[in-house]
């Protein structure tokens, strides 16, 4: 149980264990406790850390330490009241311990106080000797009250005393997108990389900037400083990918790719990206193989899914189409893209009944684009089923206002129905308005030569 332990702390623990299992009381001293309540904090193990704590105030009953680690506790409890009148008890007795105040900053932000947060941690921020967690927690809290000003101001503390804090710099980096400020973060990155030139991160968050701003050479330069700086930086390899790939140099994207494969396990996102890449260059076979490879490492990868699919249409594969939109609707089940496909390409193997299917169920996850609503007139129009269709290009009519597509489909269904004289009367209206769909001309031929 102690083997990740140091020699000090493992004779107290052991110590202390044997004392429950024997029900003997032994004395430790108040350090000795603290030690063993750390322990099992650390390891999550909290009803031994609330024994070792009843305990050790028992023997110790005024030793702050001990009491501070009781109202940790009690926070993981979520007993902020009870926490609370411990830290009061505890400021009698230690007025000025920073860890009151950080306790209690910590209350308030879990009760959504955040300046009351801030207000408790400059009260540390003034007696603490050590002001980095502190410039990071008030930065934190900042950061939850959207002032990103002065959030950005405490990160830069921090990333000034520790270059290797990266925490804070993606919060830094964060707040400088959020105030829109890509310069001052490029001048920040550049200053860190002066101090530690070897710094991936670094390069990796610059490359990403100048992405941003358009500066694609100087973004692939950064990308590739990063990689010297680190030759097995997955990030940094599929960064470079994908702008290699958006610059048109297709083979070269396709090597990162597949350099950062080496490095950790198989990745759906990655095989996506090398599959579209040999789909580019005409690569058909091998494009199919990396696309089925990322939905098998990932079952919901939807955009690879769609990009099988996709292919499969533009080959006019219909029926292999058909399968795996099947496949893919299993594990992708509230994809309104899948399902617009699933409509397009039973609509096109005359599969009207599983067309109308794909068109509602798209509809109903909320997808009101107005394909859905006239492929699904289409199909029902089709196995004439005029009075479903009409209803079906009311619903319509209600998302799409005057839309001539739909009101061409409803004259048509009302003078199927026998209701020529509303019929014409809306085809009057849209006639010099619309092209008239060429795959369902045959069903309205007295509207069309009207």
């Known amino acids: 149980m102690f083997d990740n332990l140091s020699e000090d702390t493992n004779p107290s623990l052991t110590k202390f264990e ?266 058909d076979k091998l494009a199919v193989r990396y696309l089925e490879e990322s939905i098998r490492l990932e079952p919901n990868h939807e955009k690879s899914w769609i990009a099988l699919i996709d292919f499969l249409i533009d080959s006019k594969d219909y029926l292999k189409a058909q399968h795996y939109v099947k496949k893919s609707l299993q594990s992708n089940s509230d994809s309104t893209a899948l399902w617009k496909k699933s409509a397009l390409i039973h609509f096109q193997l005359n599969f009207y009944e599983e067309t109308a299917v794909g068109c509602e169920t798209a509809i109903d996850l909320g997808d009101q684009d107005l394909n859905n609503w006239t492929l699904w007139m289409d199909s029902l129009m089709l196995v004439n089923d005029w009075q479903k269709a009409l209803k079906i290009g009311d619903q319509a009519l209600q998302h799409h206002q005057k839309n001539p597509s739909v009101l061409y489909r409803l004259a048509g269904c009302k003078f199927r129905l026998g209701n020529k004289n509303e019929a014409h009367t809306i085809f009057d209206r849209i006639k010099n308005e619309i092209n008239i769909p060429r795959n369902i001309n045959h069903l309205f031929p007295e509207l069309i030569k009207i």
């Open 18 to 283: 044997q004392m429950l299992k024997t029900n003997q009381v032994l004395f430790f001293d108040a350090l000795e406790f603290e030690n063993i309540i750390h322990h099992y904090i650390d390891f999550a193990q909290f009803n031994l850390a609330k024994k070792a704590i009843k305990m050790g105030m028992e023997q110790h009953p005024q030793n702050v330490e001990l009491m501070l680690l009781k109202s940790e506790i009690l926070l993981f409890d979520g007993a902020h009241k009870q926490a609370e009148d411990l830290l009061v008890e505890i400021e009698i007795i230690s007025p000025e311990h920073e860890e009151i105040f950080l306790q209690r900053a910590n209350i308030s932000s879990k009760k959504k106080d955040h300046p009351k947060a801030i207000q408790q941690l400059e009260k540390v921020l003034a007696i603490t000797e050590e002001p980095t967690e502190v410039w990071n927690l008030l930065g934190m809290e900042y950061l939850f009250l959207e002032d990103y000003i002065k959030a950005k101001d405490y990160f830069c503390k921090c990333v000034k005393e520790n270059v290797l804090d990266y925490q804070s710099l993606y919060n830094l980096l964060y707040c400088f997108e959020q105030l829109g400020e890509n310069i001052e973060a490029i001048n920040t990155l550049n200053n860190l990389l002066e101090i530690n030139p070897y710094s991936e991160v670094a390069w990796h968050q610059l490359g990403k900037i100048y992405l941003k701003i358009n500066k694609s050479e100087e973004a692939l330069s950064a990308f590739e400083f990063a990689i010297i700086s680190d030759d097995c930086f997955t990030g940094a390899y599929i960064e470079k990918g994908k702008l290699l790939e958006k610059m048109g140099r297709i083979n070269e994207a396709i090597d990162n790719y597949e350099f950062s494969l080496n490095f950790n396990d198989p990745n759906a996102f990655v095989n996506h990206r090398i599959g579209l890449c040999h789909l580019k260059l005409g690569n």
